[in-house]
């Protein structure tokens, strides 16, 4: 997602996470920056940054520190500044006293974007900082390849045919983050169900999280969903990165079986074989992982591999989730018009999308 901050504003391009709450980029003076396409953010060349206070540090300093489950981190100091996002349209939406995460301290392992954009539901994240300006709906469609598009506000409800809703969950526990429940899994026509299982839950069992490559079940469960796919593949079993993996050596994805995900209210989402499988070249493997992804996270992650060409919708007001099977890498142009909508409602972004071969499994602090 590509964002501006400061004054005058500095591009900053950055990825997108709806399990995480801080919006943070590198800043200079930088102790241990990793290298980025874009210049270093310099907060003393912006008019209108302000450090965040805070009484309990003797310096009122206010720090953060993340570390994500491949080992890349962001530690800095909390501020304040004016961010800018430009739509594809060429409009503005300026968000003054933003508060963000100026990182003087971080790796990103292969990448070079220049932070990242949290979009749970923490106090800090920019879904929560946009308040009533995005309307309560977000809505991004992640292309394997290319640019893919993200909206913000009236735009951003998913309708139409092939739409499937499900209900989103909010727990005690861990309230910033979308939990949804999975009522089954089914490889071909075996379905599975969670229901007699530890995973078997009403209230929400999985989590929806555009910050984690792979999808991730708990243990008991994910142990029923591999038998049911080795029963069906027929190809040579191979070893590839840990004894765990359940790869096969074959050239084609057409031996695997059409997984689909049951979630409750009637959802059911057919995926289709690069939302389950990777081809590594030497070995095609099952990248629906036995879990738990992070320690703070929980047992089941629904990734952002599983939900490329959805077009995927969060409706807080209502409380839904919504996908739509869509063609992500042809732009989605809805028509708009300007008389009738808010601002928020015209914002169409450009988004750069990176598939991770690793896990960015995040260990929220």
């Known amino acids: 997602m590509k964002l501006q901050i400061g004054t005058p504003p500095v591009e900053f391009e950055a990825l997108i996470d709806t399990g995480s709450s801080v919006i943070w980029t590198q800043c200079l003076p930088c102790l241990n920056c990793y290298d980025q396409r874009n210049p270093i953010f310099d907060p003393s060349k912006s008019s209108t940054y302000?450090?965040?206070?805070?009484?309990?540090?003797?310096?009122?300093?206010?720090?953060?520190?993340?570390?994500?489950?491949?080992?890349?981190?962001?530690?800095?100091?909390?501020?304040?500044?004016?961010?800018?996002?430009?739509?594809?349209?060429?409009?503005?939406?300026?968000?003054?006293?933003?508060?963000?995460?100026?990182?003087?301290?971080?790796?990103?392992?292969?990448?070079?974007?220049?932070?990242?954009?949290?979009?749970?539901?923490?106090?800090?994240?920019?879904?929560?900082?946009?308040?009533?300006?995005?309307?309560?709906a977000i809505s991004y469609c992640f292309s394997p390849e290319g640019t893919s598009k993200i909206h913000f506000g009236s735009n951003a409800i998913v309708s139409g045919e092939g739409t499937v809703s499900t209900t989103m969950f909010m727990k005690k526990e861990n309230h910033v983050f979308y939990y949804l429940n999975l009522d089954a899994v089914s490889v071909e026509e075996t379905r599975?169900?969670?229901?007699?299982?530890?995973?078997?839950?009403?209230?929400?069992?999985?989590?929806?999280?555009?910050?984690?490559?792979?999808?991730?079940?708990?243990?008991?469960?994910?142990?029923?969903v591999r038998?049911?796919?080795?029963?069906?593949?027929?190809?040579?079993?191979?070893?590839?990165?840990?004894?765990?993996?359940?790869?096969?050596?074959?050239?084609?994805?057409?031996?695997?079986?059409?997984?689909?995900m049951h979630f409750s209210g009637g959802a059911d989402l057919v995926l289709g074989k690069n939302n389950t499988y990777m081809d590594y070249g030497e070995a095609i493997c099952l990248i629906i992982i036995c879990g738990p992804a992070a320690p703070n996270f929980g047992e089941a992650i629904f990734g952002n591999i599983a939900q490329n060409n959805f077009l995927v919708g969060y409706d807080l007001s209502s409380r839904l989730v919504s996908f739509k099977p869509t063609d992500?890498?042809?732009?989605?142009?809805?028509?708009?018009?300007?008389?009738?909508?808010?601002?928020?409602?015209?914002?169409?972004?450009n988004i750069k999308f990176v598939l991770f071969v690793f896990v960015l499994s995040l260990i929220r602090l």
Do not use: W
Not at 119 to 136: A, C, D, E, F
């Open 50 to 136: 302000q450090d965040l206070r805070c009484n309990n540090k003797a310096d009122h300093s206010c720090v953060y520190d993340l570390v994500y489950g491949d080992q890349s981190y962001s530690i800095g100091s909390f501020a304040t500044e004016t961010v800018t996002i430009k739509s594809t349209s060429g409009q503005s939406y300026v968000m003054p006293e933003t508060i963000i995460g100026c990182s003087h301290n971080s790796s990103m392992l292969g990448r070079s974007f220049s932070g990242m954009v949290g979009l749970n539901l923490g106090r800090s994240s920019l879904v929560s900082q946009m308040g009533k300006h995005m309307q309560g």
């Open 192 to 224: 599975i169900e969670t229901l007699g299982t530890p995973f078997h839950a009403v209230d929400g069992n999985i989590i929806i999280d555009s910050g984690t490559t792979f999808t991730y079940l708990p243990a008991s469960y994910y142990s029923l």
């Open 227 to 260: 038998e049911a796919v080795e029963k069906v593949v027929t190809a040579e079993r191979v070893t590839y990165q840990d004894d765990d993996s359940l790869c096969y050596k074959t050239d084609t994805m057409d031996i695997f079986p059409v997984i689909t």
């Open 328 to 349: 992500c890498g042809v732009t989605q142009d809805i028509p708009i018009d300007d008389n009738s909508i808010s601002a928020a409602s015209l914002f169409q972004f």
